[in-house]
T-cell receptor, first 110, second 115 residues
Framework: GQNIDQPTEMTATEGAIVQINCTYQ??????LFWYQQHAAEAPTFLSY????GLEEKGRFSSFLSRSKGYSYLLLKELQMKDSASYLC???????????FGKGTMLLVSP | KAGVTQTPRYLIKTRGQQVTLSCSPI?????VSWYQQTPGQGLQFLFE???????NKGNFPGRFSGRQFSNSRSEMNVSTLELGDSALYLC??????????????FGEGSRLTVL
């Protein structure tokens, strides 16, 4: 099976930078995704990594190290609206579906 | 364009009843996936349909079933409801399927409460 670990909760201050880590164990890795889910809303796609390195998209960046089974989502210049749950998901070539971690609840305070 | 639409948004059932949830994907999307979301387990994959065929199935009992129609709309059914089935059921659509793209477009979900 697959195992995906993320911290349950994180807190940060408006304007700061926060890094949300995700570790995974899977034999047939074929891509890692980050989704954002605000309370009582649908998850929305943030980023996708399949090769090692950093993908930057505005205030959000995502990093992947396949050899370490590790990814992080970096949020810069935090805003109150960034308070949400951040879901790490892994695609495995054997299952051809996305498996999600339990999510990291980020609370941004003034 | 319109997003993924799920109905009903909220429903309350009692143990032993059955429930049917509906999902209309984004126009042109052929793949529909269903997930169960609970605070303790997070998002868990139920099944994926593509062009009316079930392509993948998660580790859920046979009480959970689904189907997809020729217009790509999908329904999922849960029979003999149990208290533990209380959850948010999310539907997600994609153009080709999770395997091909991985970018899923989620609906806002159907929140089921079993009493």
């Amino acid at each position: 099976g697959q195992n995906i670990d993320q911290p349950t909760e994180m807190t940060a201050t408006e304007g700061a930078i926060v890094q949300i880590n995700c570790t995974y164990q899977t034999s047939g890795f074929n891509g890692l995704f980050w989704y954002q889910q605000h309370a009582a809303e649908a998850p929305t796609f943030l980023s996708y990594n399949v090769l090692d390195g950093l993908e930057e998209k505005g205030r959000f960046s995502s990093f992947l190290s396949r050899s370490k089974g590790y990814s992080y989502l970096l949020l810069k210049e935090l805003q109150m609206k960034d308070s949400a749950s951040y879901l790490c998901a892994v695609r495995d070539i054997r299952y051809s579906t996305l498996t999600f971690g339990k999510g990291t609840m980020l609370l941004v305070s003034p | 364009k319109a997003g993924v639409t799920q109905t009903p948004r909220y429903l309350i059932k009692t143990r032993g009843q059955q429930v049917t949830l509906s999902c209309s994907p984004i126009s042109g999307h052929r793949s529909v996936s269903w997930y169960q979301q609970t605070p303790g387990q997070g998002l868990q994959f139920l099944f994926e349909y593509f062009s009316e065929t079930q392509r993948n199935k998660g580790n859920f009992p046979g009480r959970f079933s689904g189907r997809q129609f020729s217009n790509s709309r999908s329904e999922m059914n849960v029979s003999t409801l149990e208290l533990g089935d209380s959850a948010l059921y999310l539907c997600a659509s994609s153009l080709y399927g999770q395997w091909e793209t991985g970018e899923l477009f989620f609906g806002e979900g159907s929140r089921l409460t079993v009493l």
